[in-house]
Each structure stands twice: as structure tokens, then as C-alpha cells.
């Protein structure tokens, strides 16, 4: 059925499992958050309909955060057992990180069970509050401390190699390297947006499908503008990420932007096809690159032609970071159009076809998720540590590869429909009209 080729199994494998923890990995970083911020508007406005959707929320997390256990695991698996040469020689340097990404999810999960198991515990609900700030702590240095993994797959240092051993190694350098700040902060951020756009689509479709509630709508307006503040802090820092590859990664950049030649004055392209080398069709905007590297309009970019074809990356990555961009932008559009209807009250934001663009965002946002991190690996080719290993010299040799492809392709498949068969069921058989009469009843006031 293959045919034993275990390097393309290897990334193909590696792939999948990256491609679908992701998912659970964006969420499980950003939801915290989301509980977080709407439990304080609702004690600071003493409004019920907040606690009830931090409560909803943080139910909805815990089957994110399942998924998120399972595929993380499988990651590391994957790395011993498909990238033993890689972990033989990067582990010794980034097995800190690796120890404290491990401490951080533990961390997050123990004041998780606590938040959660304490709902009515607490006379202040500031006190249950409290809990959730080591919650969204622990999420969030989850993420930094597994990025920084990967920032240094970028931008390898901290170590010697010696007559092939490894000397003068330095946890700390080696995780504070030069792609380590623009990373971080963008998979933060970007997970905070995310996040943001996805349980706005969830309060669109809700009110789309007749529930005309309040407490969805007060879902849709505080996570719209969520998502409008994190969705131009990852532009700003995205403009970080470009500065920062034209500095240390100029062949990346170069790749995703079909920069062939080295020029002054470049432009940005955008869209396009390419036929034999040359760019038909496309977006360009005179200087744009140049400033996007430079900050100067007439300022130098590195182009393909100063680096080996052995070690250029990808030319499809251009196509990815066009896709990631434009849904950006769409979506900062997009909110901060909601948001202004909103504020000035008018209609068309309570419109069918608006919300439906809302309920859109969600699964656009994803496949943006999906887009960048293809393009940061990919873009990274061929090396998997960036000038010491290529990855065809960090992949297993085993010939199994193939069938372990199959068994988690088999494992994420029942992972997704289960995790979405039990979410969709948990809030249906509990709608949020039913719970808001019941704790109506159990405090013995009016809650519309």
C-alpha cells in the first residue's frame, strides 16, 4: 500500500498531528482568557448573563483541553520515535523549556479543577475569580514555553558542536534566542484572536437559529471586541515577525514573498500564480517590502538569488502567507465594522447575512491558524534545525512509519467527531434559557 519511504511519512505524520493539536492547543490557550474577562464584567456589572457564559465556557474548555492532552502527548511521542536524531541533538539543549512547557500545563490544569468544582462555593465571587488568574497564567506559558521550542529550531544557539559533540551548552541562551520574541508573542496573540473569533461564530449561529437572547448577544459584542484588540495586536507583531525574518531568515521571507532578485525599493506581492519563474497575476505594492523589512522605502531585501537552491525553501509558502494575511485582515475588518455598528446602534449587525459573516470568522480564523503554522515549518526547509541539521538527517529510518499514519489519522478522526458529538450534546441538552430560570429559581430573583 506505501512504499516505505519513512522521512515523507515522518513530516507527513508529524503534519497531521501538528495540524490537528493546533486546534486544541489555540483554544486551550486562548479560552481561559475569554472565561477570565467575561466572570469580571459580569461581577463588576453584577450581571448574571457574564457569570453564566464564563460558567458555559469553562464547561466547554474541559473537553478542549482532553483533546488538547491526547494529541500533545502524541507530539511527544512523535518526536522520540520519528526525530530521534533531532531529539538526540537538541534535547540536551531544550529539554528546559520542554520540562517547563510540562510544569505550566499542570499548573493550568490543577487551578482548572478547582475553578471548576468550586461554582457556588464562594459568597465573593472575586475569591472564585482569583482562581482563574493562575488558569490563564498556566495557558498562556504553555504556549511561550513550547514556542520558544520551536524559536530555536529557528534561530539554533546556546551550544558548540566539537569534533560532533555537543559542548558549552546554555539552557538560557538557547531560549532566549533571536525568534523567540516575535514567536511568542504571535502565537499568544494570535491564539487570544482566535479564540475571541471563535466563540463569537458559536453566539452568531446561536442567534441565527431564533434564539434572540440577550446573553448571546452580550456573547457576540464582548468577544467581537476582544477579537478586534487582538486581532490588530497580531498585525502589529506579524510587522515584528517580517523585520525579524528579513534580519535572521532573509530566505524565508524572500520565499513567501517571491523575491528572487536582491533590490532596493522592493515591493510586496501579493496573490499572483508562477510560470517558470515568473510571477503572473499578481498584487504589488510598490515599496511595501522594503518597508515591511526595513522600515525604509528604499532600503535592500535579500533575494533567492544569494542563497543555494538546496536550501530555498518551499515557493508554495507564498501562497500560505496570503491566505493567513487577508483572512487577518478580513476578520480586523470585520470586527471593528461590528463594533462600530454596535456602538452607534445601527441595524445591519443584527442582519442574517452580517452574522452569517460572523459565524464565518470562527472557521476562518482556524484555517489562518493552520496557514501560519505551515508556513513557519515549511518555510523553515530544509533544515529542522536552521544551518546545523537538514531534516532528511533527523528522520527515523523504520519502515513503520506508514502504519503509524494510519493508526492516529484513525485516533484524531474519532477525537474530532467525539469531542464535537459531546460539546454539541452538553449545551443542547442544557440550553442557556433552562439555566438561566433554574438559578433564577435557586436565588429567587428575575433574571431576563
Request: proline share 4%; net charge neutral.
Amino acid at each position: 500500500m506505501f512504499n516505505g519511504d519513512s522521512l515523507f511519512y515522518s513530516r507527513l505524520l508529524t503534519e497531521l498531528t501538528l495540524s490537528f493539536h493546533i486546534i486544541y492547543a489555540t483554544i486551550g490557550v486562548g479560552v481561559p482568557l475569554m472565561i477570565m474577562i467575561a466572570q469580571w464584567v459580569g461581577i463588576r456589572k453584577n450581571d448574571e448573563h457574564y457569570i453564566l457564559l464564563a460558567r458555559r465556557w469553562a464547561r466547554g474548555f474541559v473537553i478542549t483541553v482532553a483533546v488538547g492532552v491526547v494529541t500533545g502527548t502524541a507530539i511527544g511521542l512523535q518526536l522520540s520515535l520519528l526525530w530521534p536524531n533531532f531529539m538526540e541533538l537538541a534535547g540536551n539543549v531544550i529539554a528546559l523549556p520542554l520540562f517547563m512547557e510540562t510544569f505550566a500545563f499542570f499548573f493550568e490544569a490543577i487551578f482548572l479543577g478547582i475553578y471548576l468544582y468550586t461554582w457556588d462555593r464562594f459568597k465573593d465571587q472575586r475569591k472564585h475569580l482569583m482562581l482563574l488568574i493562575p488558569v490563564a497564567i498556566g495557558a498562556a506559558f504553555s504556549a511561550v514555553f513550547i514556542t520558544i521550542v520551536n524559536a530555536f529550531m529557528n534561530a539554533p544557539q546556546g551550544f558548540d558542536i566539537v569534533n560532533g559533540e555537543l559542548v558549552n551548552i546554555n539552557p538560557l541562551i538557547a531560549m532566549f534566542n533571536p525568534a523567540m520574541p516575535t514567536k511568542v508573542a504571535h502565537v499568544v496573540a494570535s491564539a487570544f484572536m482566535t479564540s475571541a473569533f471563535v466563540l463569537a461564530s458559536i453566539a452568531g449561529f446561536r442567534l441565527l437559529k431564533g434564539s434572540n437572547h440577550i446573553y448571546h448577544k452580550k456573547a457576540l459584542y464582548l468577544t467581537m471586541k476582544i477579537g478586534l484588540i487582538f486581532s490588530i495586536a497580531t498585525a502589529i507583531i506579524g510587522d515584528f515577525s517580517g523585520k525579524y525574518l528579513a534580519e535572521y531568515q532573509p530566505e524565508k521571507l524572500a520565499a513567501a514573498e517571491w523575491h528572487f532578485e536582491t533590490e532596493e525599493a522592493a515591493p510586496l506581492i501579493l496573490y499572483g500564480t508562477l510560470n517558470d519563474g515568473e510571477v503572473k497575476y499578481a498584487i504589488k505594492i510598490p515599496y511595501a517590502l522594503s518597508i515591511l523589512a526595513h522600515n525604509l522605502p528604499k532600503s535592500e531585501v535579500i533575494g533567492l538569488d544569494q542563497f543555494p537552491e538546496d536550501e530555498i525553501p518551499p515557493l508554495y509558502i507564498h501562497y500560505l502567507f496570503d491566505i493567513m494575511v487577508t483572512i487577518g485582515m478580513w476578520m480586523t475588518f470585520l470586527s471593528f465594522i461590528y463594533w462600530l455598528g454596535a456602538k452607534w446602534g445601527r441595524a445591519f449587525v443584527n442582519t442574517k447575512w452580517f452574522r452569517w459573516l460572523i459565524v464565518l470568522g470562527g472557521p476562518l480564523s482556524i484555517i489562518a491558524i493552520e496557514m501560519g503554522w505551515w508556513m513557519a515549518e515549511v518555510g523553515r526547509q530544509p533544515w529542522v534545525l536552521r544551518g546545523i541539521m537538514r531534516t532528511s538527517d533527523a528522520a527515523t529510518s523504520s519502515g513503520q512509519v506508514d502504519i503509524m499514519l494510519i493508526l492516529f489519522a484513525g485516533l484524531y478522526a474519532i477525537l474530532a467527531v467525539g469531542s464535537v458529538v459531546v460539546l454539541s450534546r452538553m449545551f443542547k441538552s442544557n440550553p442557556v434559557e433552562r439555566e438561566l430560570e433554574e438559578r433564577n429559581a435557586e436565588k429567587g430573583g428575575v433574571v431576563q
